[in-house]
């Protein structure tokens, strides 16, 4: 137990790097900061679903190994005794990893992920694996066979938590864990980020490792963090970035610490907003929490300009032959077996990619590397584009319409090798969370947690919760 005295709030309210802090200090035990999370997961996942399988009895014993190495003085870093909920494709050795598939509700972990061995170093705590969409592959939330996740900010009607990273936006708006990690290939850590009121970092391809994590698109997929705030985001960003010999697309890349310079403010920055016809189609709550967030930054120092941008944001949601045709090669046999256990929606979605040819797919990388050089003109001299994240707050899930996905503002990251931040903004009819996006350059995320912070330091939105759920 911890040897100060007892903290007299829940830990499991406390946002992960005040965690960290207290844990160092020896003024919580990690033992105590588990068992909270542990007892909320028992108390309200039957009802919101985030989770689908729960390490308790592993992790209440990681708990009691990092309270000993901590109080004896050999902590392995300051993230120790902090715990993390894994999205259910990320491998851990000897453990179920279904990718959301419950075709492959037998498929057990032969290795562990990259990313899951650097926390784990870290001395962090893996309380289990949360929801996914089949094989990532779609950005809504839903599950056909293993169920969507509730949206903790409506417990009467279950609304949209936002895809594919469901299970993990679901457990950390929920206070079930301090911070998840997600994977986005076409916005699924922005999405959930957005639906379900978080703070979620799109790094650049190369960033972080996907060793051990089951591919949807291998030259698209970026694990990244889910958190309550911008602090939290960078500091679990920092450890789970870095060069992997396992994987090929981190070699060369060095990692750079956004901790330095994300305190220095936005004073001198030049932010674009979005071309006035890109507001067509978002809802009139979303548009007035996005101006009201660029008169913020424009306060705190930013030159706030317009630009002309090469694309419209929906046209490249339509661009999809990498992506259908990568999914297709990795779920083929699946895809194909109509025996097999799959959602109408993704099979369909991944049998698109058998249409596409070699042909289509060399163009699609021949047209996204001539958006890349029109894209970088276009914002010579602008350090980040700003977007609202998604068009609306997180709608009914008896709503959506599984033809057209909720990424307009968030694949053209994705296609461009970008890297983006999204933020809650505002608060919608009903509470709903409302979210804004700030895409950076590829391999400036450190520029994009600063705007970030500097938001955040200067607004309360990222410290709502959900009404209910005992927060």
């Known amino acids: 137990m911890n040897d100060i005295g007892p903290i007299t709030t829940d830990p499991a309210l ?20 588990v068992d909270a999370h542990l007892k909320r997961i028992e108390a309200y996942d039957s009802k919101l679903h985030a989770f689908t399988e729960v390490y308790a009895a592993d992790a209440r014993l990681a708990a009691e190994g990092a ?7 050999h902590a392995v870093g300051p993230l ?57 592959f779609g950005g809504w939330g839903t599950n056909q066979h293993l169920g969507a996740p509730w949206n903790p900010w409506d417990l009467a009607v279950q609304r949209t938590p936002g895809g594919s990273s469901n299970g993990s936006g679901v457990a950390v708006a929920a206070h079930l ?13 922005r999405l959930p980020s957005s639906f379900c009121g978080l703070t979620g970092l799109k790094v650049t391809v190369g960033r972080v490792s996907t060793y051990g994590i089951i ?14 705030s ?33 305190r220095r403010g936005v004073r001198g920055l030049r932010l674009a907003r979005m071309p006035a016809a890109e507001r067509e189609g978002c809802s009139a709550e979303m548009l007035a929490a996005y101006d009201r967030s660029l008169e913020t ?26 992506l259908q045709s990568e999914a297709y090669f990795f779920n083929r046999a699946l ?60 709608i009914p899930i008896a709503e959506v319409d599984e033809g057209k996905m909720p990424s307009r503002f968030t694949r053209f990251g994705n296609l461009l090798d970008l890297c983006a931040l999204s933020l809650p903004n505002g608060h919608g009819e009903g509470g709903l969370p409302l979210s804004l996006q700030i895409a950076c350059r590829g391999y400036d995320e450190a520029t994009a947690l600063r705007i970030g912070w500097a938001f955040q330091d200067a607004t309360d939105w990222h410290k709502a919760r959900p009404s209910g759920l005992g927060l």
């Open 14 to 33: 406390l946002p992960a790097h005040t965690l960290a802090r207290e844990i160092a200090a020896r003024r919580i035990s990690p033992v105590d900061v």
């Open 67 to 73: 309270d000993k190495a901590i109080r004896s003085g």
């Open 80 to 136: 120790h005794g902090v715990p993390v909920a894994l999205k259910d494709l990320i491998d851990l050795e000897g453990r179920i990893t279904m990718g959301g598939s419950a075709a492959n509700r037998t498929r057990r972990s032969t290795v562990t992920a990259t990313i899951v061995r650097r926390m784990i170093a870290q001395g962090m705590i893996m309380l289990g694996k949360t929801h996914t969409v089949e094989f990532a």
């Open 177 to 189: 864990s301090p911070w998840a990690i997600g994977t986005d290939t076409g916005g699924s850590v």
């Open 215 to 228: 591919p949807l698109s291998s030259t698209l997929d970026t694990p990244g963090p889910m958190a309550r």
């Open 230 to 262: 911008v602090e939290d985001a960078a500091l679990l960003y920092n450890v789970l970035s870095g060069p992997d010999p396992l994987d090929p697309t981190t070699r060369g890349i060095a990692p750079v610490d956004p901790l330095p310079t994300m």
């Open 297 to 322: 930054l424009a306060e705190l120092g930013a030159e706030i300009v317009d630009v002309k941008l090469p694309f419209a944001f929906y046209d490249l949601v339509e661009i999809s032959g990498v």
């Open 335 to 394: 895809a194909e077996d109509p025996a097999s256990q799959l959602g109408d929606a993704v099979r369909a979605r991944l049998l698109g990619g058998a249409k596409l040819t070699a042909h289509d797919y060399l163009e699609t990388n021949k047209l996204r590397a001539r958006l890349k050089r029109e894209f970088d003109q276009a914002m010579e001299g602008i350090d980040a584009i700003l977007t609202p994240t998604t068009e609306t707050a997180a």
